[in-house]
Structure formats: C-alpha cells, structure tokens
C-alpha cells in the first residue's frame, strides 16, 4: 500500500514537473520566438479555412494560403486606410470645435473658482496673518513643499509622457518587421502544414500527439466561440451608440460609434474611457441636456454588455458565468491588469482539457499508471 502511494506521488510529481517544465520553456523563450509563436497560433486558426477553401475549390493549399492571407492583409489595410480618413476628417472637426469649448470650458472653471477657491483662499491668507512669525514661516515652507511636490509630480508625468512618444516611434521598424515575420511564418506553416504534422507525428509519442490534436481543435473552438460573443457584443453596442448619437444629434455618429465600439474590447474600462471624461465635461461646461443623454447611453451600454456577455460566452465556449467571474477576479488579484486577460485564458485551456479527456488521462495515469 506504501509502495503505490509513493508510485502515484512519483507520477504526480512526473505530470506537475513536466506542466511546469513546459510553462518556463514557453516563458523563457517567448521574448525571442513570439513571432513564430503568433504565427503558428494565426495557422492553427486559419487551417480549418484554408481546407474549406481547397475542398470547394479547385485551388492548391499554396494558393489557398495566399488567398486568405492577401484578403487579410487587405482588410487590414482598407481598415487602416479607412481609420486614417476618419481621423484626418475628425482632427479637422477637432480643430474647429475644440478652441471653442475650450474657452467654454476655462471660463467655467473661472467661475468656479471665484465662487469656490477665491473665499477659501482668502481665508486661508488670514489665517496665517494671524500666526506668529515663526509658524507663519513653517505655514509657508510646507505649501511651498506642497506646491513643489504637486509641479514636480505633474512635470515627471508629462516628461515620462514626452519621453514615451518617441520612443514609440523609434520601435516602429522594430513592429514593422515583426509583422513581416509574423506574415510569413504563417505562409510557411499554413502551406507546410501537413508536412509539420507528419514530422511531429514521427518523433513524438502516440498519446502526446493525439491529446495536443484534441486540445488544439478544442482551443480553436473557444478561440472562435469567444471572438463571436466579442463580435456579437461589439455589434450592439455600435448599433445602441449609433442610434444614441443619431438621437442626441451628435456629428459625424457612425464614425463617433465605430471608434468608441473598439475601445469596448479592453477590459473592465471599455467604453468608459471615453464616456465618463465627455460626461463630466458636458456636465461642467453647463451643458446638461447632453450629460442625461450621455449617461442614459453609457448606462444601457455597460447594461447590455453586463447582462449579455456571460450568457454569450457560456453559449459559444461552454464557461458558466460565475467561473469566468472567479478567473477574471482571480486573474487581477495575482497578476493585476493582465491577469483580467490571462485568467479567462487559463479557465479556457483547463475546460479543454477537462473537454477533451485529457485531464482524466493524467488523472488515470497518476492513480493506475496507465490511461485506462
């Protein structure tokens, strides 16, 4: 009885040794192949397609290939193009109306300031009239200590800011050639595919193969059962923020709807970023017809987002509401802003290896020391 409890803790250690193995390959190499890492996952993807394409046509997979990676790239041109028009068409719009609200905006703080700050200061100027010599230079040194504070703070946050746009630009080759690389390695992989698979299927053990096969179709299937809930989401709240702005006579609203809709994908902030900024500057600048209509609309989008992306995702990947919120708190509690990313991620690989039996062969193989 020992002795099989020793085997089993030995195979545990096996299949708890070799996960974690995997997982600090994966991240210890990463930063130097993740282009070939992305490609191989844009392959995995486009395979089901590109054999669609080859048994209803009569193209080969070299062409098959090519055809899906040139609509792609097109798309995503015509998309780049199409974003750069808008914003040429909205800086322009920016240009005319900015200046104006801007004044609206400064003389309104002014406003504020006479009715709010000014008493306040001016009782805080007697205040320290009426100290001693001695507190009153203590009463200085700590404002201007407080005053220091506050304009370094702000100066380092625009200088990390300043420093932060060049840089970006100086890694723009750098992005442009990760493109390319990316680009092509999906070429070669998609048009190889069926040699990289006979080649894995020769060195590799029988069962490792088969279960990586069933998690890869499983992967595939959530991979495209989550990117149709997000599209489904992304969909109507472009149409309730189109109908919105069209209501509240907002100009340019498809354009205004479209860019705002992409903001929605990041994580627990979505739309809000944009939102709750025009929000407050519609309510500070008097204009409060706009901030009711703002907030009606901002509301019944996080309303329909809340109510119906759960749902969504547990039709089209399987999870259960409450287990995708315990990965997403979870996510954020150990690993902050990417772990909102990283949690749902790590539940949708479990539920595929739960799916595809994987899991009960590992279980299997610690309890038996076999798979049966």
Request: charged share 10%; proline share 4%.
């Amino acid at each position: 009885m020992q002795l099989t409890t020793l085997h089993q803790l030995l195979r545990l250690c096996i299949v708890l040794g070799s996960a974690a193995g995997s997982i600090f390959a994966i991240v210890l190499t990463a930063p130097y192949v993740y282009p070939f890492i992305i490609s191989s996952i844009l392959a995995i993807l486009m395979n089901p397609i590109i054999r669609l394409i080859e048994q209803k046509t009569n193209l080969n997979r070299t062409a098959a290939v090519g055809l899906i990676l040139l609509t792609f790239l097109g798309l995503c041109v015509g998309g780049l193009a199409l974003a750069v028009n808008e914003i040429a068409q909205g800086a322009t719009y920016l240009a005319k109306k900015v200046p104006v609200h801007f004044n609206d905006f400064v003389g309104y703080i002014q406003r504020l300031a006479e009715i709010y700050v000014i008493p306040y200061y001016e009782k805080l100027m007697s205040f320290q009239q009426g100290l001693g010599s001695g507190q009153q230079e203590a009463f200085d040194e700590n404002l201007q200590a407080v005053i220091q504070h506050l304009s370094a703070t702000l100066g380092d946050g625009i200088q990390a800011a300043l420093e932060a746009f060049p840089m970006m630009l100086g890694k723009a080759p750098l992005y442009i050639s990760v493109c390319i690389v990316v680009f092509l390695g999906t070429f070669f992989i998609c048009k190889d595919w069926e040699k990289i698979i006979a080649l894995l299927d020769r060195f590799l053990p029988d069962l490792l193969v088969s279960s990586s096969k069933q998690v890869g179709k499983g992967m595939v299937r959530a991979c495209i059962g989550f990117l149709k809930a997000q599209a489904l989401l992304l969909g109507l709240t472009f149409v309730i923020m189109c109908l919105g702005f069209a209501i509240l006579r907002i100009e340019h609203p498809i354009a205004t709807a479209f860019f705002i809709s992409l903001v929605d994908v990041v994580p627990y902030l979505g739309t809000g970023i944009v939102f709750v900024p025009w929000i407050l500057y519609s309510f500070l600048t008097g204009n409060f017809s706009l901030t009711i209509g703002l907030a009606i609309l901002y509301l019944a989008i996080v309303l329909q987002r809340q109510l119906m992306e759960p749902n969504l995702l547990s039709v089209q990947i399987g999870l259960h509401p409450l287990a995708t919120l315990i990965a997403v708190f979870a996510g954020f509690q150990l690993l902050g802003f990417i772990g909102l990313l990283a949690g749902p991620i790590v539940l949708v690989v479990l539920h595929t290896l739960h799916h595809t039996g994987v899991l009960r062969i590992l279980w299997l193989y610690i309890k038996n020391g076999n798979q049966t």
